[in-house]
């Protein structure tokens, strides 16, 4: 009910210090809120369209700019002129409201992309939440082997602070963006969870079913306690407690334990791949 129907248009743009692409997604308010309520009322929005694309579709939006009511452009037949909106994003002349970004570059710092800064209303904040709190972003480093044992006697909340750093890097998001009661559908695309599961195996000794970290209770609180003994009980799926204290079970190159083609490829459950001769 916040935002305009039919006036939303996402499109890709370049990131900064990465390969690839970024998606940045814009957004009509129904109602524009003043530059001392933006802050308050939009970075629910963002966060909750991010979440909700996310957990439907499994792709991470880096990008959310909420427009004021009637701003973005349209065809003449009345569709949105989407790339129209990417120059004008990229222009950073967008009538916007408020505008978050998700991604964080080398410098700790949430960036709008690489050809331009986003510009917001000079009575509209650009939200920089977490910009102090990003610069605890660790790169990525290569995995070593665990003691099980020595992972189960940690503290939980030096568990949660190490599960937390690892979808930091994962999501490219600062620790404050993290919602660690929240599924990690919410926060990670399917590629970015297949990951983590991985990482479960190999640098906590926890063995998972390829399913279990894509359901709605897969939570960062409830993982502190499955690492705590190195399965999930609830794990319905072909998961093993396996011996020696939860160490995990073998996994394949790409850290899936699914099989045929698709468990080659690191395809997130549910996908089934075949060959056509």
């Not at 990008?63 to 003449?76: C, F, G, N, S």
């Not at 990003?134 to 599960?163: F, G, Q, S, W």
């Not at 490219?172 to 479960?200: E, H, N, R, W, Y």
């Not at 195996?201 to 970290?213: C, I, P, V």
Request: aromatic content about 4%; glycine content about 10%.
């Amino acid at each position: 009910d916040t935002l305009r129907p039919g006036c939303i248009a996402a499109f890709s743009v370049d990131p900064v210090g990465a390969a690839g692409d970024d998606v940045a997604l814009v957004a009509e308010l129904r109602e524009a809120p003043s530059g001392k309520d933006a802050e308050s009322k939009c970075a629910p929005i963002a966060n909750e369209i991010r979440a909700a694309i996310n957990r439907e579709h499994s792709l991470g939006v880096a990008h959310i700019i909420l427009l004021r009511p009637r701003t973005i452009t349209k065809t003449t037949s009345g569709k949105i002129a989407r790339s129209w909106c990417r120059k004008a994003y990229i222009a950073g002349s967008l009538d916007a409201v408020y505008a978050k970004s998700f991604r964080v570059d080398a410098s700790g710092t949430p960036s709008f992309g690489a050809e331009s800064s986003q510009s917001t209303s000079s009575n509209a904040p650009t939200s920089t939440t977490g910009t102090s709190a990003a610069a605890a972003v660790v790169p990525p480093v290569a995995a070593k082997a665990v003691d099980p044992e020595t992972i189960r006697n940690m503290d939980k909340d030096v568990i949660l602070k190490k599960l937390v750093g690892d979808v930091c890097r994962l999501g490219a998001m600062s620790p404050d963006m993290v919602d660690k009661s929240a599924a990690l559908i919410t926060m990670l695309d399917s590629l970015s969870i297949s990951q983590f599961k991985g990482m479960l195996e190999q640098e906590y000794a926890t063995t998972l079913s390829d399913e279990y970290l894509f359901r709605e209770d897969a939570t960062l609180t409830k993982l502190v306690e499955v690492v705590k003994i190195g399965y999930a009980p609830d794990d319905g799926g072909d998961a093993q407690e396996g011996g020696g204290g939860g160490q995990a079970t073998a996994v394949n190159a790409v850290g899936s334990s699914g099989g045929g083609l698709a468990g080659a490829l690191g395809c997130p459950p549910g996908v089934v791949c075949c060959v056509v001769s």
